[in-house]
């Protein structure tokens, strides 16, 4: 027996896999509302260096960028976590979990930083179910890496500066329910084309049986 063409069985059988897809999209939509929504705050830093004029401009903008991306990763950090909540912003302490290997996870789940590359510009942002607690956070952050910048740095006459104040989303922005949704799209109309495909396998070996069985 000819075997049909993949194509065929999908035009064939497009409903079912639609039908999938469609399930698939319910229940990722209904499992971002699982986690609480959450809002976020956007701060940008200008980090500086005074090497002195024997430097070239782009070894001094590599260093810069260099040293960015070194206060990108200590803001993670649990020592750097403490500095923040000490740091007279009024954050709610109690939203932290009161384990530690808890409250670093979520601290890590709480920002987000990142830099521009050759330009030296820390890109830090903060995400909280409350947007004031977001905006706060990343008002704190700001505030200890331009106070302390040195203290993070081995390099000297480090300056860092805010050069965007923080910017709040209007509409929760975790979890993102339009990419979640078509993420939950495409799975299942995956699922449904190899449930397909596993259907038709089966009725064709069915019917080769059959039809053995018939010339035997």
């Not at 923080?166 to 939950?184: E, F, H, Q, T, Y």
């Not at 009725?203 to 080769?208: D, P």
Request: hydrophobic share 45%; with cysteine.
């Amino acid at each position: 027996m000819s075997q049909p063409h993949y194509s065929t069985i999908l035009l064939r059988h497009w409903r079912v896999i639609l039908l999938f897809g469609c399930v698939g999209l319910l229940f990722a939509v209904a499992m971002t509302f699982v986690r609480p929504l959450q809002y976020s705050s956007t701060v940008r830093l200008l980090i500086s260096q005074d090497v002195g004029a024997s430097v070239d401009a782009y070894t001094a903008s590599r260093s810069e960028e260099r040293i960015a991306q070194n206060l990108a990763t200590i803001i993670y950090t649990t020592t750097f976590f403490g500095e923040v909540l000490t740091s007279g912003f009024d954050i709610d302490e109690k939203t932290f979990s009161a384990k530690d290997y808890k409250r670093r996870i979520e601290w890590r789940r709480t920002v987000s930083a990142s830099v521009s590359r050759g330009a030296g510009i820390l890109t830090v942002t903060a995400y909280r179910p409350d947007v004031k607690q977001a905006e706060r956070i990343a008002r704190a952050i700001a505030f200890v890496l331009t106070k302390n910048a040195s203290e993070y740095t081995s390099g000297g006459n480090v300056r860092v500066r805010l050069i965007d104040a923080p910017l709040n989303s209007r509409w929760p922005v975790k979890p993102n329910l339009i990419a979640n949704g078509v993420s939950g799209l495409i799975l299942g109309g995956f699922v449904g084309m190899a449930y397909v495909f596993l259907q038709a396998e089966r009725v064709r070996r069915r019917h080769q049986l059959v039809h053995e069985e018939f010339i035997a």
